[in-house]
């Protein structure tokens, strides 16, 4: 069992910056991915990023070129860098791992990013 903390969200104008960070209780090399994903009220939660373990990574189509997500497996850790930041990526932002077969997905408690215009 792994336990996962986000720290980073906060309140930004459209067009700065953010850096996400997860923290592990534990290594996260076990893990087959690590990602990144958001939810807004009432919608569906979506996958933003995500880092396979060796090192492929893939983004949702709206933050391609803007969010770069990476992984410190000394520090047992998943960034997500965020730049040029729009009012519509406001939501909030959960850490995600994930061992496949079986599947099995862990989560953070969320972090909150808010854009304003």
């Known amino acids: 069992q792994v336990q996962l903390v986000e720290s980073g969200g906060g309140l930004v104008q459209a067009g700065g910056s953010l850096r996400l960070s997860c923290a592990a209780s534990g290594s996260l090399l076990s893990f087959h991915a690590l990602g990144w994903f958001r939810q807004v009220p009432g919608k569906q939660r979506d996958m933003v990023a995500l880092?396979?373990?060796?090192?492929?990574?893939t983004y949702h189509d709206s933050v391609q070129g803007r969010f770069t997500i990476s992984r410190d497996d000394a520090k047992n850790a998943v960034y997500l860098q965020m730049n040029d930041l729009k009012p519509e990526d406001t939501a909030v932002y959960y850490c995600?791992?994930?061992?496949?077969?079986?599947?099995?997905?862990?989560w953070g408690q969320g972090a909150q990013v808010t854009v304003s215009s």
């Open positions: 995600n791992a994930q061992q496949w077969f079986p599947t099995k997905d862990y």
């Open positions: 880092i396979l373990k060796q090192g492929a990574t």
